[in-house]
């Protein structure tokens, strides 16, 4: 695989709490993730996931404390920072696969020949060296959540949040790009924050699983080290030590969100 090599970032988070209007979404979220680490973030529907990921990219101003990336505070926009949403609805219809590929680098200044070439190699890192000249109409919905990925990557991000990436797909396609990305991430060195409802997802490319308490006020409830060899095996002993007690975790703080929100256990 010829990708190029990046150095990942740090992104610090410190006292962190974000409120809309008078909602208090997060509050109190301390992590500091280190550079070039794998962190996937899980929790509740509705505790605020995308919300600290969206701040992390800058989209979201906090509304106390702070975050650093790379030593600077994030405040409108993150430079460092690629962001790859949940649906692919973000490609640019009018433009063949190549085109939302290069976008970034072209918007950079990037010559004709260069944004071929960047086009040619991250697609091919996403196993779509054949489809530059479709229309991403043409592609079915992995198939455009690879050309979603290539485009990010094509940035060389030194941060890559990835919201739900895989969220809308089906299983085998699931796998197929999570040891896809394993691989990616292994080699271009990038820092990645992931969120995802799967703990099979998390435990096969976590570095750290993280997981967030129900809202309102959600908070950081506890945080997984994951040391199983990579590229992981389901079956290895502390992979499936680790499901059992993630599983249990997340089970209660989606119980505490539900009756946050007036359901009780026994009506589920
Ligand atoms: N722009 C906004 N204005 C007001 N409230 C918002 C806004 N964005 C999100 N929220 C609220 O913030 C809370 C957290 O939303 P968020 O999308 O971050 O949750 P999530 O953990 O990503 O959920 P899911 O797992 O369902 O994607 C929700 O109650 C949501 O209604
Ligand atoms: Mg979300």
């Not at 200044?109 to 991403?136: N, T, W």
Request: aromatic share 6%; with cysteine.
């Amino acid at each position: 695989m010829s990708v190029t090599a990046i150095k990942g970032v740090p992104v610090e988070i410190e006292s962190l709490g974000i409120s809309f209007g008078a909602a208090d979404i997060v509050s109190g979220i301390d992590l500091q993730v280190r550079e070039g680490e794998f962190v996937c973030l899980l929790g509740p529907s509705g505790c605020g996931k995308s919300t600290l990921l969206s701040s992390m990219a800058g989209f979201i101003e906090p509304t106390v404390g702070e975050i650093r990336c790379d030593g600077t505070t994030v405040r409108r926009g993150n430079p460092h920072a690629g962001m790859v949403f949940q649906s692919s609805e973000a490609l640019f219809e009018w433009m063949t696969v190549s085109g939302n590929v290069s976008y970034g680098p072209r918007m950079h200044g990037a010559s004709k020949a260069e944004q071929v070439r960047i086009a040619a190699e991250y697609l091919a890192m996403v196993g779509l060296p054949h489809s530059g000249d479709k229309f991403p109409s043409q592609l079915s919905g992995g198939m455009r959540q690879r050309v979603q990925i290539a485009r990010v990557l094509a940035n060389q991000p030194s941060l890559v949040l990835m919201d739900e990436p895989f969220g809308a797909l089906d299983a085998q396609t699931r796998q197929v790009l999570q040891i896809e990305l394993d691989k990616i991430w292994r080699h271009t060195g990038c820092t990645v924050v992931f969120v995802t409802h799967d703990i099979d997802e998390a435990l096969t490319l976590a570095d750290r699983v993280v997981v967030m308490s129900a809202g309102p006020r959600a908070r950081i409830k506890s945080i997984y080290q994951v040391d199983a060899p990579r590229p992981r095996d389901r079956a290895h002993p502390d992979v499936i030590d680790l499901y059992e007690q993630l599983r249990d975790d997340i089970r209660a703080e989606v119980v505490a969100s539900l009756r946050n929100q007036g359901i009780e256990e026994d009506e589920l």
